[in-house]
Structures are given as structure tokens and as C-alpha cells.
């Protein structure tokens, strides 16, 4: 699995391209290119890669995250999946399994992407590097999101994880050093 991070928008949301090397099928998460220098960025990675999204995945619907959602829908004639069910998720083009977790709190409709088979799990702005998302906004509340917590702290601990900002980290690191876990 290849992974190529996008650091985009006044909040230095992350966006994420998934693919394998030898296929042309990609799965992005978060569209969050605002402005056309960064949308042209992320077409050019796509394009010098040969790939052709198939998917574009949203882990929850705050403008960081889906600014860049009507250029990929455009560009790619791909229509943004946002308020996923829990369960697997059906990509039959895209070679690896997909599950969908629900972790609301920092919004009611914050889900994770989780694929077993790599243990990577991309959070969105559930888990931070030794934080949180925060839960004062319209849809946050503190209880809700600590128990989505308890629901990835049962993920294997080598597990690696992609969050919606900041950078990279393991289910391991944040059960000992993230004080909300």
C-alpha cells in the first residue's frame, strides 16, 4: 500500500491518496484542496502517477476536510461517500478491504477508514498525534468521543495511524502518551 499525504488548506488538513503499486485504482480521503494551486498539486501527483481515483471517502463533513470535495467530483466525476455506515465497505475496483468505524464525538458523523490487513487506520480528526479532535464545536461532545476512543484502543497496538492533522502515529504511542486514550 502506498500512501501519499497532502498537507492543504489554512488548516493544514491532511489528505490522503491510497494505492497499490502495479494498479491504477486510488481511494482519496478528505479532499481538503481549497485553492487551485493545491487542487493542481494534487492532479499532478495523480496524474505523473497514472492513477484513477475510484473513490473519495470522508470521514466527517467540517469544511477543512471536504473543501476540495467538488473539484474531485468534477475532475474525477467521483460524488464525495460522507456518513458512512459502520461495516465494510464495498470498493470492488480498489484491491484492499475497507471498514468503516463509527467514532462520533468530535461530530456525530466522524467515522474512521480502517484497513485490517495493513493496520492503518486514517482518523480524521477522531485521533491526533497525543490528542483529540476538539469536541466545542456544533456536533462535539466529550463522552461520546471518548468512547469512539475506547473502540480504536482495541485495534492491535502496531496498528499505524493517519489523522486528519498533524502527523503519523501508532495505536501503541497514543495508549501511552495520549492522555485522552
Known amino acids: 500500500m502506498e500512501i501519499k499525504t497532502f498537507y492543504f488548506n489554512p488548516y493544514r488538513e491532511c489528505t490522503y491518496v491510497l494505492y497499490h503499486e502495479g494498479h491504477k485504482e486510488a481511494v482519496i480521503i478528505d479532499c481538503g484542496a481549497y485553492s487551485e494551486r493545491e487542487q493542481a498539486r494534487l492532479k499532478e501527483f495523480i496524474s505523473t502517477q497514472g492513477l484513477l481515483p475510484v473513490a473519495h471517502l470522508i470521514t466527517h463533513a467540517h469544511p477543512d476536510h471536504i473543501c476540495g470535495a467538488d473539484f474531485i467530483e468534477q475532475e474525477y466525476n467521483l460524488k ?10 464495498s470498493l470492488p475496483q480498489f484491491p484492499t ?8 464525538g468530535h461530530k456525530e458523523d466522524c467515522v474512521c477508514f480502517y484497513l ?5 487506520l486514517f482518523s480524521g480528526d ?5 490528542s483529540i479532535g476538539r469536541t466545542d ?12 476512543l475506547k473502540k480504536l484502543a482495541e485495534l ?3 496498528t499505524k495511524v493517519y489523522p486528519g492533522h498533524g502527523y503519523t502515529t501508532t495505536i501503541a504511542h497514543e495508549k501511552e502518551y495520549n492522555p485522552y486514550f
Request: negative net charge; glycine residues 6%; without cysteine.
Open 137 to 148: 464545536l456544533p456536533g462535539g461532545d466529550m463522552p461520546t468521543l471518548i468512547r469512539s
Open 116 to 120: 485490517p490487513q495493513e493496520n492503518i
Open 80 to 89: 464525495p461517500q460522507i456518513q458512512l455506515p459502520e461495516g465494510a465497505l
Open 97 to 104: 478491504h475497507i471498514a468503516v468505524i463509527a467514532t462520533p
Open 156 to 158: 492491535p497496538d502496531e
Open 126 to 130: 477522531t485521533l491526533f498525534q497525543e
